[in-house]
């Protein structure tokens, strides 16, 4: 009897997981890129325009006012200028490292699925190899998410202050819809198109194309694997969240008493080891996840690839209308 195509993947990509702990460093690396989660930044910034009061303008506004408090801003602007540079060669450090762990982890899962041997050295050197383009495609899909987001965001936040026209109010369900649509589609685009470049060394124009034509033939397919992968955060965000309070109640039960007996010090320092163990314990759920869905969909790409990936629902759909049912 033929086992159903994600309870495969599922099950592969959970044994990657399991039994292939050096690739966790890799999906802590990858986690910061959100691959799998690009919705949740759509959400995260609904929430935060829903919940708060204040208006684009004024958070410009509180940012240059902030600024020009600080003591040192208005005689040592060359020593803001080091730190800005400082800041900005850090964080392009730290970019360089994410995308080659984006790379080397699609890479390991790749090789490991094919049951070959998968090194960290020669992995992040593949990975290296394809840098480029790889950066490319996280940028380009990177841009295009974030300005679908801003394209949604403005008449949310037009119709909240007050000054929608009635025309935007009706329309915004429609433009909310078309950005989440968007958002799926260059989330999907973005991984085949890096396991092209990875896997079969497409250049960025081809790998584009040919990600566009893999989606396009594999649509239902991609939003089933979503859905998939979905639920597995919904668990992993659930298991996060019971951590973090089983963590958080005996360092708080130490903290009250200590606040208590007027001993502050042994509060503050329970107070600081709770949140650095919950800081460790949100990174490693994180990183596992990013594992397991990197691992899920480079097997899903790889089987696509091999003509060997049909929809679920397509499946059933034939079951039901078959005269045999």
Known sequence: MHTPLYREVVKEAFEITRHKKYLWLFGLLAAFLGNGGALELFIKVFSQIVNSSVTFTESV???????????????TISLAVVLVAILIAIGILFLIAVVLGHGALILS??????????????????AWRSFWPLAGVVVLFKLLIVSAVGIAV???????????????????????????????ICSFLSFFAASFILLEKDELPNAIAKSWQLFMDHWLVSVEMAG???????????????GIVLLAVPFSVVAALSFVYVVPIIGIVSIFISSI????????????????????????????REGRAGSKLLRLFKVIKSPHF
Not at 109 to 126: D, G, N, R, T, Y
Not at 169 to 184: D, E, K, N, R, W
């Open 61 to 75: 506004r509180m940012v240059l006012t902030g600024w020009r408090a600080l003591p040192w801003a208005s005689d």
């Open 228 to 242: 998939v992968t979905f639920l597995a955060s919904t668990v992993a965000g659930l298991a996060a969240v019971f």
């Open 277 to 304: 163990l919950a800081l460790m314990f949100v990174f490693y759920v994180g990183s596992l996840l990013a594992t397991f869905q990197t691992a899920a969909w480079v097997i899903l790409f790889l089987r696509m």
């Open 154 to 184: 403005w008449p949310l936040h037009l119709i909240l202050a007050g000054r929608a026209t009635a025309w935007l109010t009706v329309l915004f369900p429609f433009i909310f819809l078309g950005v989440i649509c968007f958002i799926l």
């Open 109 to 126: 899962c790749a090789q490991i699925h094919k049951s070959k041997e998968a090194k960290q050295p020669k992995m992040w050197l593949v």
